[in-house]
């Protein structure tokens, strides 16, 4: 009874010390795709996409941040001035569903508890599971999401964070087009591919997230402007 009663308060206690590190709120902004139909086009078809985050923060300069997204990437040859893209005519719109997790790494040290006015440039990477409807893949599947940001802290509770991520998939199918789905009647020359099977496609999100801390942070101390 005496292990069982000293687990729970250890819980108890590492719950609670958790949770003045950890912060929650919402994400929000644009993504795009690119891929077969569009190659090297920044912020192509963008499309709004959404979402919840949650941050647990090591220390200073080390976050670990969960985002859960859900978006839609769209795509048209008719938008490309290329002869073989306006013979194919293929057009596209993919709804997807991400679920990622991140480390993040802040190059100055960030603590709003400390000083409410921090401000941070940030890279970030990590691993996603995607969610998506394209008919030829399967419905879930890996991606690598690795990002820039600056976030700032307006409050001691509030931080608003400017994202842009990249995120490297290992499908060719965000796009709803096959390989082998050979359309010679359509094609200038029969049998000719439509897509390219060695290349994989890519998203990008571009957004602003609002993050809220409910439990202070007894480390600090007002007196010295770092934690000690």
């Given at each position: 009874m005496k292990k069982i009663l000293l687990i729970f308060s250890f819980l108890i206690h590492f719950i609670s010390n958790a949770q003045e590190k950890l912060e929650f709120g919402i994400i929000g902004g644009v993504n795009y795709y690119m891929g077969d139909v569009n190659p090297n086009k920044l912020f192509y078809s963008p499309q709004l996409a959404y979402g919840l985050i949650i941050k647990h923060n090591f220390n200073e300069n080390y976050s670990l941040k969960t985002t859960g997204i859900s978006g839609v990437?769209?795509?048209?040859?008719?938008d490309f001035n290329n002869l073989y893209q306006k013979i194919r005519n293929h057009s596209f719109s993919t709804k997807y569903t991400e679920i990622a997790s991140q480390l993040e790494f802040s190059?100055?040290?960030f603590n709003s508890f400390v000083d409410k006015k921090s401000i941070s440039p940030y890279v970030s990477a990590g691993?996603?599971?995607l969610v998506s409807e394209d008919p030829y893949s399967p419905k879930f599947k890996l991606a690598i999401p690795f990002g820039i940001g600056l976030k700032y802290a307006p409050s001691n509770r509030i931080t608003v964070s400017l994202e842009w991520n990249y995120k490297k998939t290992f499908?060719?199918?965000l796009d709803a087009l096959n390989y082998n789905d050979i359309?010679?009647?359509?094609l200038p020359i029969n049998n000719k591919q439509n897509?390219?099977?060695n290349s994989k496609d890519?998203?990008?999100f571009a957004g602003i997230s609002i993050t809220y801390k409910f439990a202070a942070n007894k480390n600090s101390c007002p007196a010295y402007a770092r934690r000690h």
């Amino acid at each position: 009874m005496k292990k069982i009663l000293l687990i729970f308060s250890f819980l108890i206690h590492f719950i609670s010390n958790a949770q003045e590190k950890l912060e929650f709120g919402i994400i929000g902004g644009v993504n795009y795709y690119m891929g077969d139909v569009n190659p090297n086009k920044l912020f192509y078809s963008p499309q709004l996409a959404y979402g919840l985050i949650i941050k647990h923060n090591f220390n200073e300069n080390y976050s670990l941040k969960t985002t859960g997204i859900s978006g839609v990437l769209t795509g048209n040859d008719a938008d490309f001035n290329n002869l073989y893209q306006k013979i194919r005519n293929h057009s596209f719109s993919t709804k997807y569903t991400e679920i990622a997790s991140q480390l993040e790494f802040s190059f100055f040290p960030f603590n709003s508890f400390v000083d409410k006015k921090s401000i941070s440039p940030y890279v970030s990477a990590g691993v996603a599971l995607l969610v998506s409807e394209d008919p030829y893949s399967p419905k879930f599947k890996l991606a690598i999401p690795f990002g820039i940001g600056l976030k700032y802290a307006p409050s001691n509770r509030i931080t608003v964070s400017l994202e842009w991520n990249y995120k490297k998939t290992f499908t060719d199918y965000l796009d709803a087009l096959n390989y082998n789905d050979i359309k010679p009647d359509n094609l200038p020359i029969n049998n000719k591919q439509n897509t390219y099977k060695n290349s994989k496609d890519w998203y990008s999100f571009a957004g602003i997230s609002i993050t809220y801390k409910f439990a202070a942070n007894k480390n600090s101390c007002p007196a010295y402007a770092r934690r000690h």
